[in-house]
């Protein structure tokens, strides 16, 4: 490890603390929608009723322990601050893991699979099936440096986290990805960076051909038509933040309320249980994750990443073309609105050593299905080392 790694304490002001309980008391709250589903987006009712709990009764000194005991560092590459979880493994032979979260997402997705991952004997599990555990927030997010130039995008980013495994001391590693995470990912395997051993993914981001399309089995074509949910009646904040992030921007920054309504949506809308957050996640689990982009104001600088995707041609653009040829290993949970059949993985990636598509859950899979995920990590890389 060398010089440009530090440790990092997290402590929050308490006037940072008072401020959002005295915004969220004095919000101006809108009429209740005019229909009885969440077909206009999240319900008055819900996200009053979380809000009262971020104002009245939720914890966040007992959030800010929680990392603090996980191992927080912070590290200087090529001009950019990271900001990065460091959990070693009691095994010495534990195998490095860069683990990668997406859009609204944060490094406490993997709250829940540290621990067996990390110490799996602990866990009653194989002490060799262990893992050294890495996980950065991406330029913008958290408590990562907010990029003040255009052209940050995913192979960039793949750049940085290259270099912090490098400057970690580690040769030999795998990564784990969902949502732009597994972008990231990508980027990363096209790259081939020495001392890459395989990924694991539970998600990927790829749009079927109009081949594949025409061609689809009776399973495909019910993916195809949980996709065409998701784009057509889900996907408006993607569209905004790809065109226009400092727009919503501007609301994410001041209002709290206008926040948790932002990420709370994506919750309710990708989960396992669509269209019920709290039978999938507690207020708690879900205000943790707010709270890493309203402490540091990371609302319009992390949306951005969604307009270098566009401005890039999408995932791929500006990267090697082809299948990536990084051994990889898959699980699809069957409630993701995205995603794909084992054949078009095997399209896309050229070495499909396991996949998982048969297991329930939704988007946030490391907080949903933690065991699921943990034992297809395992599988993925026992059939590597």
Known sequence: ????????????????????????????????????????GPQLAKIQTLCEHWRTQYDWRAC???LNSLGQHKATIDGQELYFLHVRSPEPDALPLLMMHGWPGSVLEF?????????????????????????????????????????????????????????????RWGMQGG??????????????????????????????????????????????GDAKIFWGDLSGYAKEQSTRPQTIGY??????????????????????????????????EMLDDIMLYWIPNTGASAARLY???????GPAGGQPKGPITVPTGFTMLEGEHVRISKRWAEKRYSDVI????????????????????????????????
């Open 1 to 40: 490890m060398t010089g440009t790694i530090k440790p990092f304490h997290l402590s929050v002001p308490e006037s940072v603390l008072v401020d959002l309980r005295e915004r969220l008391s004095k919000t101006r709250w809108p009429e209740r929608e005019t229909v009885s589903d969440i077909s206009q």
């Open 64 to 66: 800010e322990r929680l």
């Open 111 to 171: 709250r829940k699979v540290i621990g067996p991952l990390t110490d799996p004997a602990a866990h009653g599990e194989d002490p060799r099936r262990a893992f050294h555990i890495v996980a950065p927030a991406m330029p913008g997010f958290a408590f990562s440096g907010k990029p003040v130039s255009p052209g940050c995008g995913l192979p960039q980013i793949a750049d940085l986290y290259i270099k912090l495994m490098a400057e970690l001391g580690y040769t």
């Open 179 to 224: 949502d732009l995470g597994a972008g990231v990912a990508d980027a990363i395997a096209r790259k081939r960076p020495a001392g890459l051993l395989g990924t694991h993914l539970n998600f990927v981001m790829a749009m079927p051909t109009p081949e594949e399309i025409a061609d689809a089995s009776p399973e495909e074509k019910a993916m195809l």
């Open 251 to 284: 609301s994410l920054a001041d209002s709290p309320s206008g926040l948790a309504a932002w990420i709370y949506a994506m919750f309710q809308d990708t989960c396992a249980t669509r269209g019920d957050a709290e039978a999938s996640f507690s207020q708690d």
């Open 307 to 313: 307009w270098e995707l566009s401005k890039a041609g």
């Open 354 to 385: 396991y996949f998982n598509g048969e297991s329930d859950g939704g988007h946030f899979a490391a907080l949903e299905r933690p065991k699921v995920l943990v034992d297809d990590i395992r599988a993925t890389f026992a059939r590597l080392n």
